[in-house]
């Protein structure tokens, strides 16, 4: 079996060779294709000659044109520093990679609130569902049906364990994102008779601000509760908000751009006092921090499960059953969990985000002291930098999550010049986009400190020496990039930089 | 616990940096908690749970072999470090 591989992967070597040196035979043949042509055959066949055994391996092509140009840039740069010692207008390259040191070329992935690496006992779970057992877990007639069946309410047990629910309370979902859309849609549409108001705040995720836009559409009041300088919203203001046909308060548990957590006791017995439904959007907060969804009196609560080691593709929502919440479902079909989500269930992600819940509980004490470590020296390190502040408030927070404005520096240059750190400058459903968070634009920053703001996410799997290497490449690149700044040296002169008028506007 | 030094073997085998350290230092951890269990039941339980992650580690390590990417920015290009 092996052997087999092996002649199979030199045979693919050497019709790639055949291949090149017809290419080469041609011609009027350009001489820069030939030579990326040959230089890349080199690089497969040294893959082949470097396997030790080892042929199942799978290496991606990725890999191969990441070696293949860090050689080349690797030679050029030595190249030049041999011809002349002066700087050659590489700088900025230089200090946006580490190379040729002896380490790797993959970035640190510091990206956790966007996702998380999936957890490999979490894999170990579900590669029995993709190999042998892949009955339909609604299928009542066979055996089949039945070990998958079993399997997702063994999932949904410890789902509903991690926030002290019943497992009947839980209902799977693709993902947070359709989980709040079927509370702020369904809720209000089921209440719709008699009444038309939902209260959400200015920082919740895009998921939950535009379904409550589209509610709009159909008739309903949207209160946006501002929020102040700390991320945090006031309870007096949203006790305010609250109307007699208000049907739903829908607040986040932990913010995903700043990490900070909204006082939900505190919410959860206002609304429980007016008789109103609470939602709370817990994608970044679930198995993070202590949730309790009978104390503190949660009716509605949104899981994601690629945010706690999970697989994508699976999230699920907390319904409460005593009192009975009601909801109008999103989708019509065969009437699955409880008829609020019709579809078939998809018995490996379900028994992976299961595992994942059930190892959030088992290892949270492990994993908080960790983040917590890992945080507080990132945060320090960071923080001894010079103009230099943490947006959000400093004590009502998730520790995993770190958002830092780094003045007068672009935020995307930054990320531009942090090549080799895996970070972001918000949620990654706007990173895509250059305009500000209007996360941080609610907490009253103006445009240029949203703009400079990065958020650092550390997990389970993060370590001591990446964080060590973030910190001392975030220093050395923000001071390069202020010594590039005309504001910066304004700065430095003692200018104040509101008392330019600046033209050209 | 015998099952404290395969445990580290075990990890030592994933190709992945993050995954490596994280197995490296939990084992180390839980064979330092469980040290001082005294309870019969309480000793079994861990024994099973440790063998029973033994064989995920086994499982995954090779897995981990399987489908290699680049190392990480902090990761040393030789072995020998490992």
Redesign the interface.
């Known amino acids: 079996m092996l052997r087999s591989s092996f002649v199979r992967a030199h045979r693919i070597s050497s019709t790639a060779t055949a291949a090149i040196s017809r290419y080469a035979l041609r011609p009027n043949g350009n001489t820069s294709i030939r030579r990326s042509l040959a230089s890349s055959a080199s690089t497969v066949a040294k893959a082949v000659e470097s396997d030790d055994g ?1 042929s ?5 092509d990725v ?1 191969a044109a ?2 293949e140009q860090t050689n080349i840039r690797t030679a050029s740069n030595s190249i030049k520093s041999t011809t002349d010692g002066i700087s050659s207008g590489t700088t900025a390259l230089n200090h946006a990679y ?1 190379e040729n040191t ?8 510091l990206d956790m609130q966007a996702t998380t ?1 999936t957890d ?2 979490v ?2 779970t579900m590669l029995k569902y993709y190999t042998g057992l892949y009955g339909n877990p609604h299928s009542n007639t066979h055996s089949y049906g039945w070990e998958t069946n079993k399997a997702v309410e063994a999932a949904r047990e410890y789902v509903a364990d991690v926030i002290n629910a019943n497992s009947k309370e839980i209902i799977f979902t693709s993902g947070a994102t359709e989980s709040n859309n079927m509370v702020v849609k369904g809720v209000a549409r089921f209440y719709s008779k008699t009444k038309k108001h939902i209260i959400t705040t200015k920082t919740e995720h895009k998921c939950v601000i535009e379904a409550a836009r589209a509610m709009m559409n159909e008739g309903f009041d949207v209160t946006f509760l501002n929020v102040d300088a700390n991320g945090l919203v006031d309870l007096k203001e949203l006790e305010d908000a609250i109307r007699p046909d208000t049907c739903l308060v829908s607040v986040m548990a932990v913010n995903n751009e700043i990490g900070v957590i909204q006082p939900l006791k505190e919410i959860g017995s206002i609304c429980k006092k007016h008789k109103v439904y609470f939602h709370t959007d817990a994608a970044q907060a679930y198995g993070k921090i202590p949730i309790d969804v009978n104390e503190m009196n949660i009716d509605l609560l949104s899981i994601s499960s690629h945010k706690i080691y999970g697989p994508k593709g699976i999230g699920a929502l907390y319904v409460r059953r005593r009192p009975r919440v009601r909801l109008e479902p999103l989708l019509s079909g065969g009437g699955q969990e409880r008829g609020l989500r019709s579809g078939t269930l998809a018995p490996p992600n379900v028994a992976g985000f299961g595992e994942a819940a059930r190892i959030m509980k088992t290892e949270y004490e ?1 994993d908080k002291k960790h983040i917590e470590r890992l945080s507080k020296k990132l945060v320090d390190g960071l923080l001894a930098n010079d103009h230099t502040n943490l947006n959000g408030s400093a004590l009502h927070r998730y520790p995993g999550c770190i958002n830092v404005s780094f003045a007068y520096v672009e935020g995307e240059s930054l990320l531009m010049a942090l090549r ?2 895996a970070l972001s400058s918000g949620s990654a459903c706007t990173s895509a986009s250059l305009e500000p968070s209007y996360v941080l634009h609610a907490l009253g920053k103006d445009d240029a400190m949203a703009h400079s703001s990065i958020r650092f996410g550390i997990g ?4 001591e ?2 964080v060590d ?1 973030v910190i001392k490449a975030i220093s050395e690149r923000v001071k390069f990039l202020r010594e590039l700044s005309p504001l910066w040296e304004m700065v430095q002169e003692g200018i104040d930089l509101d008392s330019i008028e600046w033209s050209g506007h | 616990m015998a099952a404290a030094p395969t445990r580290l073997q075990s990890s030592k085998q ?1 190709n992945n ?3 490596r ?3 490296l230092r ?1 084992s180390r ?1 839980s064979f330092k908690q469980n040290m001082t269990l005294q309870k019969p039941e309480e000793v079994s339980r861990a024994f099973l749970d440790a063998k029973e ?1 033994l064989g ?2 086994k ?2 390590g090779v ?16 072995n020998k470090h490992h």
Do not use: C, W
């Not at chain 2, 897995?63 to 990761?75: A, G, H, N, P, R």
């Open positions: 080892l199942i391996e799978t290496h991606t890999q990441n070696k580490r002896g380490y790797g070329t993959r970035p640190i992935y690496p490999p006992r894999l170990d492990n080799d750190i389970r799997f993060t370590t020496a990446e290497y | 994933f940096y993050n995954f350290e994280y197995f939990r951890e992650e995920i580690l499982r995954q897995i981990s072999q399987m489908y290699t990417f680049d190392k990480l920015v902090v990761e040393p290009l030789d």
